[in-house]
């Protein structure tokens, strides 16, 4: 989270100033300014709520982001300079990027990578808490800029920059901290709940949070949702949660960021255990550089080329910030088993692969991937520009202020009951498909996605040359609120419209949820 949100600057674009309702005089011109019934400014100038008769409520998405938004990304001071060698610089990066792992963690830093070309036909990792990958530019000219250029396929489909060590699913369970949680319904945007014993959780304690997917939550889900195709089975998709412990009173835990699906007891009993965290890397990230991976033919054919151009695997409190990624045949950035990440004004352009599936997925949030912040960054020519493609592992992801330019299918939930993702400001640009945005349900598509989102919100998003479908999954609901365009919830496979308010109607009074969630979760004293 890079500085503070005033709140002059949350409010701004609608031209007004907000504390205990509406103050000041409005332009001649300016639209009549309105508030959402279900997330609004109340009397004492704070965010109220309201849930409809399921218990559905907008999650508060303001945990995204490194260090959950409550401190800004720091920048770490260059321990070690090194400029672009002749030939094959995979070692020579690696190296630099080891020695540095190797000091004290506190004397660890930025690994400074002056202007030039840096030929690289492997893998660069960074393995260690503490590092930082830096250039000094993201441009096309290497007298000033720098540009890791991915050589070769070999190995085939290879990710040209590792942040992280891909702990393995936050699998590593503490022996004898398991505990049910005996509240009977925990809704969505809940932080506390009763547990069958407390004794050995303490605050600070990060713990996994599992709900699994039983036959009764299935069937409670029609199975997800489509008519033909597979349905989803028993064990496939249970929702997990990494939390962190903030208070234990009693049998009474509190965690640090809600739930953003309903656990009900009646249909699967949920349970905590405390992780050991065992693998995970921290306080890392990439900055200021441009990865373009060679290629060599049409464009929307060769694949043989590297894969992604940087993955955040294994990671908390990580960051990717002023980078450019061409030329990869999935994402340009995405990140797995990842909890409080941001990635900040970049731009992942010009993709090389056939145009079909498991492709073209610009900024990916794939599995295990949680309170992550996409911000203020750019897609062109993507299928799905910025897409949660991890299935019911997937949660408290944040896109904000996305562009998509040229896109040839829809950012949207992908598959298998995502939860909690934020579309917040989304624009598209040039449109060349059907619709673009999509909080809905996908049937029988790939790997029979089903329900793809639940508890989603689009606010305030542009497709006004395209569609934003949202449908209401069963349990659960999704919202498109004062967006722009065709807003409906007539998508490809027929389901009921989810929420849709104020679409195509100017002066929404929050012009970001999510800066607004932010701004209104640090008056309240941070939690």
Known sequence: MSGHVSRRGLIAGAGLVMAAGWTGALPAHAATPWQSRLVRYGTHGRLVYEQDAEGNRVPDFSHAGYRNGERPIPHLPVVRTIRPIEGDNTAHLQAALDEIAALPRERRGALLLLPGHYPVAGTIRIRADGIVLRGVGDGADPSANTIIKATGNDPRNRDVIVVGSGAGGWKGEVPGTRTDITTDVVQVGER????????????????????????????????????????????????????RVREVSGSTVTIDVPVFNHLDRA??????????????????????????????????????????????????????????????????????????????????IDPVSVVTGSRRYNFNAYTYSQQVLFRDCYAYKARHAFVSNGHSTVSGVVFLRGTSEYALNSSEGHRRWSQGLLFDGHRDLD?????????????????????????????????????????????????????????????????????????????????????????????????
């Open 267 to 348: 249909l699967s009993q949920s349970h905590l255990y405390r992780w050991d965290r065992s693998g995970l890397v921290s306080e890392v990230g990439v900055e200021r550089l441009r990865v373009d991976i060679e290629y060599a033919g049409d464009p929307e054919q060769d694949e043989e080329h590297a894969y992604n151009a940087i993955v955040l695997l294994g990671t908390e409190d990580s960051w990717v910030r002023d980078c450019t990624m061409l030329h990869f045949t999935q994402a340009g950035v995405a990140t797995q088993e990842t909890t409080r990440a941001t990635i900040e004004n970049c731009r992942a």
């Open 192 to 243: 506390r709940f009763e547990v069958a014993d407390a004794g050995t959780l303490r605050p600070g304690d990060t713990i996994v949070i599992v709900h699994p997917c039983t036959d009764a939550w299935l069937r409670a889900i029609d199975y997800g949702g489509h008519d033909t195709g597979p349905p989803w089975k028993v064990g496939e998709h249970p929702l997990i949660y990494n939390r």
């Open 431 to 527: 449109p060349h498909y059907g619709y673009t945005l999509g909080l809905y349900n996908r049937g029988r598509y790939g790997t029979s996605h089903g329900w793809s989102a639940a508890h989603s919100v689009a606010w305030n998003c542009d497709v006004s040359t395209s569609r934003l479908i949202v449908q209401k999954p069963p349990t659960a609901q999704n919202y498109a609120i004062g967006c722009r365009g065709t807003i409906t919830g007539d998508g490809p496979f027929r389901q009921p419209e989810g929420y849709i308010e104020g679409a195509n109607r100017p002066g929404l009074a929050i012009p970001s949820l999510y800066e607004a969630q932010l701004l209104d979760r640090r008056r309240s004293g941070g939690f």
